[in-house]
């Protein structure tokens, strides 16, 4: 017989929110740094060229890639698989790249823009990695695809923000504090997790006593 599934575990479980809201933060730096940022660049004092403004693109998705991986490999050996501590440490070290960026814009050399947005990818992606994963162990295994579903949301709904509101943004603030904003945005984004950071990894525990 199917056991119903209780809305507390997900729906009206906070943790699931924050984790969520969380998750709506990561997809606006994405999104931003995706659509916006080669634009960008080629504003600055000294532009990129249209090619190597287009390879940040690969760049940061390349770097994000390998961050996935990283982050798990890290969460489970040195944080005692407490994927949400990773999350939080990543958001505040993107945050922290994305706010160099934006102080060397006009001055840095292609090579050191380029890395610093690759290492902007590589802790950027390790949250959108892992806190679905951390919403799943909340939420316990019959309610892990719904608590996935509630992160999932966050992506899609972070493109009202990433277009017609940065296009607003852009239009009366100009594109000088793009990255600072973004910066801005990680640091909210890491004290929504950073809140979590003494949680249980316990909904199958929780589950499996009942």
């Given at each position: 017989?199917?056991?119903?599934?209780?809305?507390?575990?997900?729906?009206?479980?906070?943790?699931?929110?924050?984790?969520?809201?969380?998750?709506?933060?990561?997809?606006?730096?994405?999104?931003?740094v995706?659509?916006?940022g080669?634009?960008?660049?080629?504003?600055?004092?000294?532009?990129?060229?249209?090619?190597?403004?287009?390879?940040?693109?690969?760049i940061?998705?390349?770097?994000?890639?390998?961050?996935?991986?990283?982050?798990?490999?890290?969460?489970?050996h040195?944080?005692?698989?407490?994927t949400?501590?990773?999350?939080?440490?990543?958001?505040?070290?993107?945050?922290?790249?994305?706010?160099i960026?934006?102080?060397?814009?006009?001055?840095?050399?292609?090579?050191?823009?380029?890395?610093?947005?690759?290492?902007?990818?590589f802790?950027?992606?390790?949250?959108?990695?892992l806190?679905g994963?951390?919403?799943?162990?909340?939420?316990?295994?019959?309610?892990?695809?719904?608590?996935?579903?509630?992160?999932?949301?966050?992506?899609?709904?972070?493109?009202?923000?990433?277009?017609?509101?940065?296009?607003w943004?852009?239009?009366?603030?100009?594109?000088?504090?793009?990255?600072?904003?973004?910066?801005?945005?990680?640091?909210?984004?890491?004290?929504f997790?950073?809140?979590?950071?003494?949680?249980?990894?316990?909904?199958?525990?929780?589950?499996e006593t009942?």
């Amino acid at each position: 017989m199917m056991t119903p599934l209780k809305p507390k575990k997900v729906f009206l479980n906070p943790v699931i929110w924050l984790l969520a809201i969380t998750d709506l933060f990561v997809y606006i730096v994405r999104f931003a740094v995706l659509d916006w940022g080669p634009t960008f660049l080629q504003q600055r004092q000294e532009p990129l060229s249209p090619e190597l403004a287009g390879w940040t693109i690969g760049i940061f998705e390349i770097a994000g890639l390998l961050g996935m991986l990283a982050a798990g490999w890290i969460s489970d050996h040195f944080f005692h698989s407490k994927t949400h501590r990773v999350c939080a440490v990543e958001m505040l070290l993107t945050g922290a790249c994305l706010l160099i960026l934006h102080l060397v814009r006009d001055t840095a050399s292609p090579v050191v823009i380029l890395l610093l947005l690759a290492l902007a990818g590589f802790f950027l992606y390790g949250p959108q990695a892992l806190l679905g994963v951390t919403a799943s162990k909340q939420a316990t295994k019959k309610a892990a695809s719904s608590a996935l579903g509630i992160i999932g949301i966050m992506s899609y709904v972070s493109v009202i923000f990433t277009g017609a509101g940065l296009g607003w943004y852009s239009d009366c603030f100009g594109w000088d504090s793009l990255y600072l904003l973004m910066a801005g945005v990680s640091a909210v984004g890491f004290v929504f997790v950073a809140v979590l950071w003494n949680i249980k990894d316990d909904g199958y525990l929780k589950e499996e006593t009942k």
